[in-house]
Nanobody
Framework: QVQLVESGGGLVQPGGSLYLSCEAS????????MGWYRQAPGKERELVAQ???????HTADSVKGRFTVSRGDAQNTVYLQMNSLRSEDTAVYYC??????????????WGQGTQVTVSS
């Protein structure tokens, strides 16, 4: 089982910045990708940004140029730098990790979520 622990959410004014962190622990044979999703009230959960084992990133168009995803050297941590925050970025942000427990045994784990509120 793989556990994810997130930190860094909070309340920020429009135009401000926040930095989210997520650390994975447990039985990880190989990490395939880690990333961030978000879910606003009444909306579907959506991908914000992710980074794969090779370092390639994908960022949603709605946050491109404002949010940056990165990872730690050990590849069991993922970060999200959020700049120029807007009210529409308000959501619960979830960390996600996908990989293998062992050859052929996959995991797809989620963090508990951290609230990001952008408001004046």
């Amino acid at each position: 089982q793989v556990q994810l622990v997130e930190s860094g959410g909070g309340l920020v004014q429009p135009g401000g910045s926040l930095y989210l962190s997520c650390e994975a622990s447990g039985n990880i044979f190989r990490m395939v990708a880690m990333g961030w999703y978000r879910q606003a009230p009444g909306k579907e959960r959506e991908l914000v940004a992710q980074i794969n084992a090779g370092g390639a990133t994908h960022t949603a168009d709605s946050v491109k140029g404002r949010f940056t995803v990165s990872r730690g050297d050990a590849q069991n941590t993922v970060y999200l730098q959020m700049n120029s925050l807007r009210s529409e970025d308000t959501a619960v942000y979830y960390c996600n990790a996908r990989g293998y427990y062992g050859p052929g045994s996959t995991f797809d784990s989620w963090g508990q979520g951290t609230q990001v509120t952008v408001s004046s």
